[in-house]
């Protein structure tokens, strides 16, 4: 293929592939690099539990179970990614660290989780936004690949191989536009 036609077949394919005018979320992977930056920024501690909502091929929560040895888990609603996770974690070694799961993100209990790792979309993220807030601890983490999370400021944005990660710390009180690290008394919201 011609290069021209080659880059306007991969912009198409990501356009449609993590649009966010939709529910609809596609697999797209995210690459290894991506993958350690996310895992890094989430200041994971030992006994920590990280989840992946639309784990894809399991790459996050395989990464978090290999290089910090905790336990991770990862949701799913594709048969065939799921089979090909498990199969991942089983080759990696990690696989009684691992649980892939198939369930609707939008319903997953985050109750339990200290790291949340998501690749979805800004409407996604924006759904999920009040769940984080109502199921995560304080002071919990949730890291994202390429989208925000509307005014929900975050602690650290930055690029890594061209491709955003975000990295927020659940607050105690969300202020629309404001970073969790300031306490709500020192917030004055904006009209
Ligand atoms: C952009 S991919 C990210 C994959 C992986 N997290 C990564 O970063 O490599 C989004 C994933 O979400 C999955 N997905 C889409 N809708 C879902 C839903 N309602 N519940 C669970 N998974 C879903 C897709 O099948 C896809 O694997």
Not at 147 to 163: A, I, Q, S
Request: hydrophobic content about 40%; glycine content about 8%.
């Amino acid at each position: 293929m011609r290069p021209h036609l080659l880059l306007s077949a991969i912009a198409s394919l990501t356009l449609t592939s993590c649009v966010d005018t939709s529910q609809d979320i596609h697999y797209i992977p995210t690459p290894p690099a991506v993958v350690s930056e996310m895992l890094r920024l989430a200041e994971i501690e030992k006994g920590d539990v990280l989840y992946d909502l639309g784990s894809g091929d399991g790459r996050i929560p395989i990464a978090a179970a290999r290089d910090y040895g905790i336990r991770a888990v990862g949701i799913e609603i594709d048969d065939g990614l799921l089979e090909r996770a498990r199969q991942n974690a089983r080759e990696a070694g990690v696989e009684h660290l691992v649980e892939f799961r198939k369930e609707d993100l939008f319903a997953t209990d985050l109750t339990d989780v200290d790291v949340l790792a998501i690749y979805l979309g800004t409407t996604q993220n924006l759904r999920l936004r009040a769940r984080i807030m109502d199921q995560m601890e304080p002071g919990s983490q949730v890291v994202s690949h390429a989208f925000g999370m509307g005014g929900w400021v975050p602690d650290v944005e930055k690029e890594v191989e061209n491709r955003k990660v975000f990295k927020w710390t659940v607050p105690e009180t969300f202020i629309d536009g404001f970073p969790s690290t300031v306490p709500p008394d020192e917030a004055t919201p904006v009209d």
